[in-house]
Structures are given as C-alpha cells and as structure tokens.
C-alpha cells in the first residue's frame, strides 16, 4: 500500500524546457492604433469562450495591452464580437 504522501505528491516540472519568448505584435510592426472594427485581429486576443487573453498569454506590451481591451469592449458593445458565447 502507498503512502498518503507519495499518493498525491506533485509532479515536478520538467527543467531545461525552452520555452519560445513572447513579444508584442504591435511593437515589432509598428502599429500606433487598434482598430475596434478589425474583428480578425480582435478574435485573436480572445479565447474561444470569448474572454479577453492576458498579458501574459498573448505576449502584448502594458500600453498595447490597454489599447486592446478598450477596443474589444467597443467592438462588443458595436455588436461586432459577442460578450460570451457557449
């Protein structure tokens, strides 16, 4: 019979994963604004589910992440991107 520790000890990761660095879109194009209309571009900063990806899950910049998050709130109240969706 196993011990209660060894039963449900967590898993360690594994180590000298590399990992793909991630960057800014916008940066690296240069773009300046983000367009609430551009629905291309707005689904791929949300999940399938229709919440809005995080910094760290989309790999945007502070003041690019901002910018994306106001125009998918536009694009939503528009009527352009749902608000949820099942």
């Avoid at 011990?3 to 300046?32: G, L, Q």
Wanted: one cysteine or more; proline letters at 2%; charged letters at 35%.
């Amino acid at each position: 019979m196993k011990s209660e520790k060894t039963r449900f000890a967590k898993k360690m990761p594994a180590k000298n994963i590399k990992r793909k660095k991630k960057y800014c879109r916008f940066c690296a194009k240069d773009i300046k604004d983000i367009d609430y209309k551009d629905i291309d571009l707005l689904q791929n900063f949300t999940s399938d589910r229709g919440k809005m990806r995080t910094r760290n899950s989309s790999g945007n910049c502070a003041k690019h992440q901002r910018k994306m998050s106001a125009a998918i709130k536009n694009a939503r109240i528009m009527g352009l991107l749902p608000f949820v969706t099942d």
